[in-house]
């Protein structure tokens, strides 16, 4: 393939973005993928095999989380056994990151070049359940309603975090889900932690994302340990309990749009059980359009809810260099911030205060 020259349109933007992304990797502790993309980014400037392969994807916000994708799609190969070069820097698979990573990288992408092309226009599917341990607190504090909630999440990947309840967590002394599950959470919180005694009855769970993953197929697990960053055996390690527990814990997971299905199920709610939607780091990968939309039916949903139907939503979302968990129960509809923490979970700083946790 010819290289790309230097000065295409938005190699600049593209150089912005890969930067970007290089530092969040660096902060949220992937030495190993800080030092890919910087390699990347050089591969950009001579017009190498990332340029050509990024070039489509140039003025892509960085919502769009291209970078991820692009280092999923290597990750993929190298999970599949077919890049044993790159596999040699991968802690994933047995390897060690080395100086000449970075390179093996550049080089990886231009020997897969069609495959990594095509896997790019996928989207995102980082099915991250250490946001279970940022969620937790806040179903807690709906369970303290006293109602069953009925949970329905948008863009749930392969449903991880809807099964929240079937993984353990332990602060101090308390603790909360069974103790015999393949996932715990040992002192997920910095600080005080939620109070792990409340009632927490699910009534119903349900979820939708546009790309479905089916987390007991082969390929399904595949795909979402790609998403997982090599050097981080612990997101690994969670990330192969929670699918142990996927395996015996069925949940639906609709194939739809999170607009279309959130207005069809809020549409109804349920007498006597606390209707809850809920979504994770899903927000940006919307249209504005639909950003809005989404929004507009929350409200609805919200205007229409009475005591003995409440009406919750639940999210986390980037709020600057940390996650924010934010809660909203209608009535009355007032929204609290509820914890801070990473974009993969803990850390979790557990900020609501006694009125938010008794909504
Ligand atoms: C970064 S993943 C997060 C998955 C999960 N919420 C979590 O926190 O682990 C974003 C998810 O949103 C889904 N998604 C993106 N746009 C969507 C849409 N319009 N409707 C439904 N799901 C969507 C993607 O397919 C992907 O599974």
């Not at 489509?56 to 919502?63: K, T």
């Not at 109070?195 to 089916?214: E, K, Q």
């Not at 999210?315 to 809660?327: F, N, W």
Request: one cysteine or more.
């Amino acid at each position: 393939m010819r290289p790309v020259r230097r000065d295409q349109p938005g190699t600049a933007e593209l150089r912005q973005t890969i930067e970007t992304q290089r530092i969040g990797c660096e902060m949220a502790g992937s030495a190993l993928y800080a030092h890919v993309l910087s390699a990347v980014a050089t591969d950009v400037t001579v017009g190498g095999p990332c340029a050509r392969l990024l070039a489509p994807f140039a003025s892509a916000p960085f919502g769009d989380a291209v970078l991820l994708r692009f280092l999923a799609a290597l990750h993929l190969v190298v999970l599949d056994g077919r890049e044993p070069d790159l596999a040699s820097h991968y802690p994933s698979v047995g390897g060690l990151p080395g100086p000449a990573a970075g390179l093996a990288f550049v080089a990886a992408a231009q020997r897969h070049e069609a495959e990594v092309a095509r896997l790019l226009h996928l989207g995102v599917q980082t099915n991250e359940v250490g946001r279970s341990a940022s969620l937790l607190g806040g179903f807690l504090a709906l369970g303290r309603l006293g109602l069953p909630l009925r949970v329905l999440e948008i863009g749930a990947s392969a449903g991880l975090n809807l099964r929240f309840d079937r993984y353990r967590y332990e602060a101090g002394g308390a603790s909360f889900g069974p103790v015999d599950s393949p996932l715990r959470f040992v002192d997920p919180w910095v600080g005080r932690a939620p109070d792990l005694a409340s009632p927490l009855v699910i009534a119903s769970r349900r979820g939708c994302d546009l790309d479905p993953i089916d987390p007991t197929s082969v390929a399904g697990r595949r795909r979402l340990q790609a998403y997982i960053w090599p050097d981080q055996p612990q997101r690994r390690a969670r990330l192969d309990a929670a699918l142990a527990v996927a395996g015996k814990f069925p949940v639906v997971i609709d194939a739809a749009d999170a607009v279309v299905w959130a207005s069809e199920y809020l549409a109804d709610s349920v007498p006597g059980q606390l209707t809850v939607l809920v979504h994770s780091i899903m927000f940006q990968y919307l249209p504005p359009d639909s950003r809005r939309a989404l929004l507009m039916v929350i409200d609805r949903a919200g205007a229409c809810a009475t005591t003995d139907a409440p009406v919750a939503w639940l999210r986390m979302e980037p709020g600057g260099d940390v996650a924010e968990t934010r809660l909203t129960v209608w009535p009355p509809g007032i929204p609290h911030l509820m914890a801070t923490s990473s974009y993969h979970g803990p850390p979790v700083a557990w900020v609501a205060t006694d009125q938010a946790s008794a909504q």
